[in-house]
């Protein structure tokens, strides 16, 4: 059987290696850093399932229904009706790999996270990410010594070889450097993107890691595959500054009591809770967001905004979240079980990227993504705990349809192609900053043509500039980003327009498609 | 507050080290990788005024979460994006990690860490038995394998017997969540290459960022692969 490359190893990739070592299938599991570095390790929160284990009658129909109403209608419903009634079997696969999360009384205990009414969260106290790849990493291990999966961390994938046939696109391998050595090499052969999402494109301002480029999903729409709901960022509400980068202080705060304030007539207003009485200030990220920057507007009240978690009682912080504390008291300073914080929201989810279909196929044959690369599940605006779950669940799927999809013959060792020429980093990272400072001032919280337009004429200029360099990939993603948000004239989820302000269903309930065809981009809603 | 950054630094390729150093004034209260970041900029100069490349160092999360960024700061191991320069002395010293080759700067090549795990049969054979109770287990899972551990043990030396704590963190999940029948090889190759090779100085438990009890994971593990005790009766803090 061909082996199968896969290009990242954070849940997506590990999972998808896992699927197809468990079919005996060998893959070439291929990582810039190890899996130990990669985002996933970072989601601290938890996982969704319906597991109904606290007494609150939850079933898999009501997962599925606050997804899609999370997402604002917009995701493919047999794909998530797939994702949320395989979701136990997740958990217990997890389980069985030895996944410690929290239980009691012989079961696994969950918790309230936003968008949800009710209990069906489970983690591992404050490092749900962290204690779930450790457990996927061991079992990648036993397929590593079984010979059926071959780890090449720092290995920076840096090509996708995409070619246009009659019958359309086909992928036929990667492009692959030692970044130790800076040897390169080209993998024949099927591939399943799992490089995670475009934080690299907003450097310093997104609570994941500017390790996800986003060079590679620019690199696949630049060889025309789709790309698909781009305008769609996820800002989480509870951020903090921290220099290099945006903070993320869990939802489990607000899960577990947190409230949100802001001052007014030098009084704290709990704005959340009295304007959105039933899910207060655990609504939607979108939705908290959203009114977060308008309270901060407003002329009779005194930003920031404060999460005051002083309501958390002692067993609380101890038990579920021992880590979130300590994280406040050694970046800011202050003791949230005394103190409230100030937060803003920051970006920290992309629910675009590769259009793939229910398999996880993008529209070239025998190229799949799945995970944070991959645009499925999320709609409008992702649930808190779904995207470990996407990603864990999509990983699996990719790598199915990929083992039905491979054919018979050998792809060899991956093939020596020279060196790479390299380029000038810190040249690199201040463009990066520039173009991101273009990017943010039209994708906020809050958009409207004229920023939009501002900001799109900006990075033309700016794509113009570093035509020939490693900038341009970006600036061209970007350039697709802002005309997703262009072409959507309404209003849903995370995409928030002031120009406007209504949603829109009969000409925008559906997903926005983004195409480069002959140097254009074009989009279709 | 004005500092002097002296950062050990090393070509791709070369088989020459040599010291850099660096002025740099501090902002207030920012980690080292932070001031890595801003000493790296287009047309950077070392202190003498000197041109000077950017220095190559490796991150990924930022907040003590993915061990990458783990380096030797003021003779001492730990994450960059850990250690407040405000912690620092007005002079100090940026080396990487000594236990692994050098790749470039403070970038080391960490596989031999993570090679050993291979080696050494660090999984699951069959399922995991969950238990409630599951803390040591969830402890033992943060191991970030930055190999801080490993820089400061005086019985760990690259290649050798002893595979040291990043290998046995790890073990101590493995070793809890099977019945002696499966965990039969991860005991043994614990007993030979942990237990019979550590010396207990425990040089090892203040460096770990992750705040691991080394001791707890140490104690649970004996418990299990040389006394060989029922897995629900091991010792708990
Ligand atoms: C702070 C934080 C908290 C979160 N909390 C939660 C939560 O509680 N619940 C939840 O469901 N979700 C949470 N999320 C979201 C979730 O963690 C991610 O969406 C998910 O982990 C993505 O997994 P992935 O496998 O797609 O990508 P990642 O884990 O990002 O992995 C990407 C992989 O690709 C590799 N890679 C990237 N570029 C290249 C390249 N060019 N060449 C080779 N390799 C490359 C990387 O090295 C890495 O191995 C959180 C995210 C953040 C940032
Ligand atoms: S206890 Fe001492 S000998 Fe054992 S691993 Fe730690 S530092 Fe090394
Ligand atoms: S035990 Fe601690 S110091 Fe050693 S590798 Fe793990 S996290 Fe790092
Ligand atoms: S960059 Fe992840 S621990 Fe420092």
Redesign the pocket.
Known sequence: MDRINI???????LSAAIALAEKGIPSLL????P?E????????????ACLDTMGEHDTVEEHFRDTMKGGVFIADEDAVRSLTSHAPEMIDFLERIGVPFNRENGHVIQRNFGGQKKKRTAFARSS??KIIMSALIDEVRRYEAAGLVRRLCH????GIDIRRTDSGLSCEGLW?CDTYTDRMYYSRGHVIA????MNGLFPGH????A???G??TADVFLRGVTLSDLEFIQYHPTTVDIGSKRL?L??AARGEGGKLFIERDRKPWYFMEELYPESGSLSPRDVVSREMYRVCQRDDCKPPVYLDMRMIDKPTWESKLSDLRSWIIYHLGTDPVKEPVAVSPGI??FMGGIDVDKRHRTDAVGLYA????ACQYHGANRL??????G?LWG?RQAAYTAAEETGECENGEPAAVGESEGFDVTAYDAGAAEMCGILVSGLGIVRDEQTMRSALDRLDGFADAHRDDPLHAGAVLGQAMLLSALARRESRGAHSRSDHPQRDDERFGRRTYCRYKDGKIQIQI | MDYEITILRHKKGSDRSYYQTFAYTSEGNENIAAVLDRINRPSMTDIGGEPAEPVRWECSCLQKKCGACAMVINGIPCLACDRKISDCPAKFTIEPLRKFPVVEDLIVDRSSMMDELRSLNVWLSGEARSSDDNMTCYEASVCLQCGCCLEVCPNFCAGGEFAGMSAAVPMTRLLLEMDNKQGKELASSYVRNIFEGCGKSLACRDICPAGIDIDKMLINSNAVAVWRRNKHKVVKK
């Open positions: 290009a990242g190893a954070g849940i997506a990739g291929i990582s810039v850093q899996s570095r990669a985002q996933s390790v970072m989601a601290e929160g938890g996982i969704n749900t990410g290995h920076n994938v840096t692959l799992a490089w995670g999402g997104t609570t994941g890691t390790a996800n480029t060079r590679l993320l869990t939802e920290h989810f799945a995970g944070e690369c808190g705990g779904n995207s470990l779950l990603a990983g």
